[in-house]
Structures are given as structure tokens and as C-alpha cells.
């Protein structure tokens, strides 16, 4: 069965402090792997799509990668308006498969 | 630029009682899906329709109708509400397949409370 799992599932970083988040799927014949954005009391925003391994994807101080078996999101610098859920998802038929999502906080 | 609009956005049942929640999109996108959010869990899909007057099934259906009578709307039923329903509930629209494109469109979710 097709299993996306996203590590840590919480993130404490302060202002300035870069790190990456980690999605790991197990899907035959991968058809792209997308991030989400998700503040606290809103719905997820759409960030990337990433289609084949070595991919890279970049918006503000979020870069994207993807591999064979996994997808890297990357802070660089973080703000505290980087504070969010990030979500990884994977595409089935006509439908997305969520990982549970990382948390990350970012102090000032 | 209302995009999706979920109402209500808070409820609180009663075990037994029914509800009907209503996804709006203004988007004149094809595709609509229903999903649950519950803590740890992420987000599971209940119900999608892949176009007017279609529905199918997701991974957590059992206990939840929906219907597509019109194509900017999305009705998630409940018949008969459980505990278990208590949850987060989020539509979400897209101009092509999801599986394809991976771009979502999402309201900002209802939160439904079962006592």
C-alpha cells in the first residue's frame, strides 16, 4: 500500500537557524510529489510540484528536492512567518494521499 | 476572490443527530474533494466528484453521503452523527485531476464537534 511519512513531526528552530524537513514514500511509479503550506485554523496552501528525481524547486526561503525514495524541504534562514505545517502529498487516480505533516516554530 | 467557501465553520451535534455541510467554489473547477484532519493523522480523503452529478468514494466514507447537483457545489452529509465524526473537515477544488497537478484548492475547513 502507498505510504507517505513526513519527519520530525515537529520542528523548533530560531529565527536565522536553517534545517530540512523529510518525506518518505513508498509509491510504484511515482506521478509527481507536491508540499503544502498549513497555518493554524486555515486550509493547506498549494507551495511545489516535484516530478522526477533531482528536481529542485525554490520559493523565498523554501527549496524543494526530491529523490528516488524521498523529498527534502529546506529553510534557509527561517522567519517566524515561516511558522506552519508543511505537507507532503502524493497523487492517486484522481486523488492526493497526505502525509501527517511536520510543525514547525520558529522564534525570534 | 472567495475561491472555496465552507459553511458552516463551526458545529457541535449531538450523537444521532444529522448535518449537512456545504462546499461552495467559484472557480468553475471540475474536480472536488472532501477530506477529514484529525491530530497525527493528516488529512484522508472522504468522498470526490470528478465532475457534475459524480461521486466516488475515498478512503474513510462509511457514515458520510455526499451529492454534486451542481457543478460550484459540494454537500457532505451526515446522517447519523458518531463521536468518532468529531474532526476538521476541509473541501477542496481543483481546475484538473489532483492526481495530476497536485494544486488543491482548500476552504478554510469546518470544525464539527460530536458530543
Known amino acids: 500500500e502507498d505510504q507517505v511519512t513526513q519527519s520530525p513531526e515537529a520542528l523548533r528552530l530560531q529565527e536565522g537557524e536553517s534545517s530540512s524537513l523529510n518525506c518518505s514514500y513508498t509509491v510504484s511509479g511515482l506521478r509527481g510529489l507536491f508540499w503544502y503550506r498549513q497555518d493554524p485554523g486555515k486550509g493547506p496552501e498549494f507551495l511545489f510540484t516535484?516530478?522526477?528525481a533531482g528536481e529542485e524547486k525554490e520559493k523565498e526561503r523554501l527549496k524543494a528536492t526530491l529523490t528516488k525514495k524521498e523529498s527534502f524541504l529546506h529553510i534557509t534562514a527561517p522567519k517566524p512567518e515561516d511558522s506552519a505545517t508543511y505537507l507532503c502529498?502524493?497523487?492517486?487516480?484522481?486523488?492526493?494521499?497526505f502525509g501527517a505533516g511536520t510543525t514547525v516554530t520558529v522564534r525570534a | 476572490n472567495a475561491g472555496v467557501t465552507q459553511t458552516p465553520k463551526f458545529r457541535v451535534l449531538k450523537t444521532g443527530q444529522s448535518m449537512t455541510l456545504l462546499c461552495a467554489q467559484d472557480?468553475?473547477?471540475?474536480?472536488m474533494y472532501w477530506y477529514r484532519q484529525d491530530p497525527g493523522m493528516g488529512l484522508r480523503l472522504i468522498h470526490y466528484?470528478?465532475?457534475?452529478?459524480?461521486?466516488a468514494k475515498g478512503e474513510v466514507p462509511d457514515g458520510y453521503n455526499v451529492s454534486r447537483l451542481k457543478k460550484q457545489n459540494f454537500l457532505l452529509g451526515l446522517e447519523s452523527a458518531a463521536p468518532s465524526q468529531t474532526s476538521v473537515y476541509f473541501c477542496?477544488?481543483?481546475?484538473?485531476?489532483?492526481?495530476?497537478?497536485?494544486?488543491?484548492?482548500f476552504g478554510e475547513g469546518s470544525r464539527l464537534t460530536v458530543l
Open positions: 502529498a502524493v497523487p492517486r487516480g484522481y486523488k492526493l494521499s
Open positions: 477542496a477544488s481543483s481546475k484538473t485531476s489532483g492526481g495530476a497537478s497536485g494544486e488543491l484548492f
Open positions: 516535484l516530478y522526477s
Open positions: 472557480m468553475n473547477h471540475e474536480y
Open positions: 466528484s470528478v465532475g457534475e452529478g459524480t461521486t
